[in-house]
C-alpha cells in the first residue's frame, strides 16, 4: 500500500515536521497544519496539529534515493520540492504536476518539455537537498 504522508516547515521555527496536511477555515482564516499522530499509537486521542508554512509543504513520493548510509539504511525518502542529481550531474527538482511526479531540470524550469517521469530511474538518483534549504542550487550556471 502507497504510504501518503506530507512535510512543512514549521511556521515558528523552521524545523521540518511530517504527518497529515490539512488546510482548514478558523474565523475566516485558512490555516495550514501538518498532523502528526505519531504519539497517538501510545498515548490514545493524542495528536498534535503543527502549523506549517503552505509554500513549503511537499508529499512524499513513495520512492528513496540511491545512496545508503547509517541514517538511511533504504535511502533517503524523496519527497516534492526535493533537488536531486542525475547520474549525468544534472541538477533537478522533485514537482507534482497533472497528478504525477515527474523530474524537472533546473535548466528549463519554464519549460514543460523539460519533465521527465521519475519511475524507472528513481534509483540513480542522489538527493543533494531541497528548495526551500538550498535556494543556491536552483541558480542556474551558464
Same mark, same amino acid.
Given at each position: 500500500?502507497?504510504? &501518503?504522508?506530507?512535510?512543512?516547515?514549521?511556521? #515558528? +521555527?523552521?524545523? *521540518?515536521?511530517?504527518?497529515?496536511?490539512?488546510?482548514? #477555515?478558523? #474565523?475566516?482564516?485558512?490555516? @495550514? =497544519? !501538518?498532523?502528526? /499522530?505519531?504519539?497517538?499509537?501510545?498515548?490514545?486521542?493524542?495528536?498534535?496539529?503543527?502549523?506549517?508554512?503552505?509554500?513549503? =509543504?511537499?508529499?512524499?513520493?513513495?520512492?528513496? /534515493?540511491?545512496?545508503?548510509?547509517? $541514517?538511511?539504511?533504504?535511502?533517503?525518502?524523496?519527497?516534492?520540492? /526535493?533537488?536531486?542529481?542525475? /547520474?549525468?550531474?544534472? !541538477?533537478? $527538482? !522533485? =514537482?507534482?504536476?497533472?497528478?504525477?511526479?515527474?523530474?524537472? *531540470?533546473?535548466?528549463?524550469?519554464? @519549460?514543460?518539455?523539460?519533465?521527465?517521469?521519475?519511475?524507472?530511474?528513481?534509483?540513480? =538518483?542522489? &538527493?543533494?537537498? +531541497?528548495? *526551500?534549504? #538550498?535556494?543556491?542550487?536552483?541558480?542556474?550556471?551558464?
Amino acid at each position: 500500500m502507497r504510504q &501518503v504522508e506530507f512535510r512543512g516547515q514549521r511556521a #515558528n +521555527n523552521g524545523e *521540518w515536521v511530517y504527518g497529515y496536511y490539512v488546510t482548514y #477555515n478558523f #474565523n475566516g482564516e485558512i490555516l @495550514h =497544519v !501538518i498532523i502528526d /499522530d505519531r504519539c497517538a499509537k501510545y498515548v490514545p486521542l493524542l495528536i498534535r496539529f503543527i502549523p506549517v508554512v503552505p509554500e513549503t =509543504v511537499g508529499m512524499y513520493t513513495g520512492l528513496r /534515493d540511491c545512496k545508503r548510509t547509517e $541514517e538511511y539504511p533504504e535511502g533517503q525518502k524523496i519527497w516534492e520540492g /526535493d533537488l536531486f542529481y542525475e /547520474d549525468g550531474g544534472k !541538477i533537478m $527538482e !522533485i =514537482v507534482y504536476e497533472d497528478g504525477c511526479f515527474w523530474g524537472k *531540470w533546473i535548466k528549463h524550469r519554464e @519549460h514543460r518539455t523539460a519533465l521527465f517521469v521519475l519511475q524507472g530511474w528513481w534509483e540513480h =538518483v542522489k &538527493v543533494i537537498g +531541497n528548495k *526551500w534549504q #538550498n535556494p543556491e542550487l536552483l541558480k542556474v550556471k551558464e
